[in-house]
C-alpha cells in the first residue's frame, strides 16, 4: 500500500505502467521499474510514485530484494570452485619430472 504524501491515507494505484531501463545491470539482468499513478480519495491529492522495481534475467523475474540473497549464494560458488591447491600439486609434479 502507497499512502498519500499530503495526509497519510492508504491510496491504491489508479493506474500503473513499467518503465524499463535502457541498459542490463552487471549480472545482465534488466530492471523494470513499476509506476503508479494516485489520487487521494481523503484530500484529493493526486501523485505518481514508483511502486516496485524488478529485475528480469535468465532465472526469471526477481524483486530486487530477492535477488540480493541469489547473488551472496552465487559468490560462495565461485570461492568453492576457484581453490588453487590442485593447481599447485600438477606443478610441482612438473618441476619434479624436469629434475629427473
Ligand atoms: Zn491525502
Redesign the pocket.
Known sequence: MVK??????E?QPQKTWQLVAPLPDADGRVTIIVMGSFR??????SWRQKISTIKVGPEGEVEVGKAAKKKRKKKEKKKESSGGKVIEIDLSELYRDEEL
Do not use: H, W
Open positions: 498519500c504524501p499530503k495526509c497519510g491515507t491510496v487521494c480519495p481523503n484530500c484529493g491529492y
